[in-house]
């Protein structure tokens, strides 16, 4: 029996490279997708999968979801990434500061260097409220600055800021209106 005869086609140059560069680009694609593949593995399940009562209306595909502020790790505070795996130490790191018996010392001492820098700040004596000048002696010196110029002792209070205390600065009194209960008091009103 005889073989059939098939006709070949003489090999097309175009049809070569352009087989060479899908294969290329094919091996290319599974290089990356391997690559892609070990990264995950590396870096784990992510966040949003673990841990899905923090990120609950989070949608991987869109990015979109994801909490605002992002939710702490309750371990060592670090902000948990919706598509990080979170590598966490372990330790525990406290957020605030024990409040020790030293730390009680450095507070007080601190308080105090706070109180005399304050105290030596502080003027020791009334001063003029026109010149400024200080008056150990309250009723002489204030008498002499009063016949010269007008001028009476004044207290410095200052706030932390260094700045004039003055509670009442800029205050007038209120205005003293009648006052009347009304009718079931027993006085007339007008």
């Excluded at 605002?68 to 590598?87: A, F, I, T, W, Y």
């Excluded at 304050?118 to 010196?141: H, I, L, N, T």
């Excluded at 110029?149 to 009194?173: I, M, Q, W």
Aim: with cysteine; hydrophobic share 25%.
């Amino acid at each position: 029996m005889a073989l059939p005869i098939v006709y070949r086609s003489p090999e097309n140059q175009n049809v070569a490279d352009a087989k060479k560069v899908l294969k290329e680009r094919a091996e290319a694609l599974a290089a990356r997708r391997e690559k892609e593949q070990q990264r995950r593995e590396a870096a784990g399940v992510p966040n949003y999968i673990c841990y899905p009562a923090a990120f609950p209306n989070f949608d991987p595909k869109t990015g979109r979801g994801a909490p605002s502020p992002l939710p702490p790790c309750n371990v060592c505070g670090d902000r948990l990434q919706p598509m990080e795996n979170h590598k966490c130490s372990g330790i525990w790191k406290p957020k605030y500061e024990v409040f020790t018996d030293e730390r009680k010392d450095r507070a007080d001492q601190r308080r105090d260097e706070i109180r005399e820098s304050r105290w030596s700040q502080r003027p020791r004596y009334p001063v003029c409220d026109k010149c400024g000048e200080e008056m150990p002696d309250y009723f002489e010196d204030g008498q002499r600055h009063w016949d010269d110029h007008e001028g009476r002792p004044v207290k410095n209070h200052f706030a932390l800021g260094g700045e004039h205390d003055g509670d009442l600065d800029g205050y007038e009194d209120a205005p003293e209106e009648d006052y009347c209960e009304g009718d079931d008091d027993g006085y007339d009103c007008d």
